[in-house]
C-alpha cells in the first residue's frame, strides 16, 4: 500500500493498494462527516485489498484537513477542552488554516466543487478502465451524476442521502437515478434519516439499479457478521458481469 499526491482540482491524495495500471480499479469516497466513516472505510478498503482487487480510496485536501482538526477521538470530548487542542493542532498547521473559514468549508461541499474533482480524478486513473465507486452519503450524488457521462463501469452507494431530514425533498438530489445507465448497487439502512429503505417506493429507479436493505442507520454500523454479508454481496455485484 502506498500514497499518491493528486495535482487535481481539490487536491489531496489516493490510498493505493495494487497497480494503477490495473483494467479494474475499485474507488472508494467517504462522506462529508468524515471522522464517522472512519473505521467503516478502513475495513471496506481492507476486505477489497485482501480479496486481489486493486482499490484506492480518495481523499480531497478539504477531507484531509477535516480529518486532521477534528480528530476521532475528540468526538465525546468536552466541547471547550476540543476546541482548546484544535487551536493548538492547527498551530503547526498553517496550510490548513483556511478550512477554518465558512466560505472555504460551504466551497469544497459544493456540488459543483466535487463534480469537477471527481471528474479530474477518473482522468487521472484512466477513461479506459473499469472504474468502479463505493461511496457514501453525499459523494454518491456526484458519482451517480458522473456515472453515465464518464463511463463509469459501476456505482455502489452506502446510504443514499435522498432528503436532509430538516429541508424536506430535494429532487435534485434524485431525479436522475431514474436515467441512469450505469450498473447501481444501493445500500439503504431500514432507520436512515436521509430516507430509510420503507421510503424507496416514492422514488423512480432505472432497471440498471438493485436494491439492497440492512438493518442499520445512516451510519451503517453492523455487527461484524452482518459487516462480512454485506462485503461480501457488494463483491458479487462488482465481479457479476
Sequence with gaps: MHCIPLKIHGGGFLRVCGSLNAHQIIVLTGR???????VLMRQLFEFFAQSNHTIVQYESAGET??????????????????QFIKFFILLGMPKYWSALSRRHRELVRSTHYRMRAFSE??????????????????????????ADEMGLCKVVCLGYPF????????????????????????????????????????????????????DSDHDLVLSESEQLKLF??????IDNS
Design 65 to 82: 484537513a477535516m480529518r486532521r482538526i477534528n480528530c476521532a477521538f475528540f468526538e465525546h470530548w468536552p466541547m471547550r477542552l476540543r
Design 163 to 214: 432528503q436532509n431530514p430538516s429541508r424536506g425533498a430535494e429532487p435534485e438530489r434524485y431525479e436522475h437515478l431514474s436515467a441512469l445507465q450505469t450498473p447501481f448497487l444501493l445500500v439503504q439502512g431500514t432507520r436512515d434519516i436521509y430516507g430509510g429503505f420503507s421510503m424507496l417506493g416514492r422514488y423512480r429507479f432505472s432497471k440498471n439499479t438493485q436494491l439492497l436493505s440492512i
Design 232 to 237: 461480501m454481496r457488494i463483491e458479487r455485484f
Design 32 to 38: 462529508e462527516d468524515y471522522n464517522r466513516d472512519l
Design 121 to 146: 480524478l477518473i482522468q487521472f486513473l484512466g477513461p479506459d478502465k473499469e472504474l468502479i465507486f463505493i461511496t457514501r452519503s453525499a459523494s454518491r450524488c456526484i458519482a451517480t451524476r458522473l
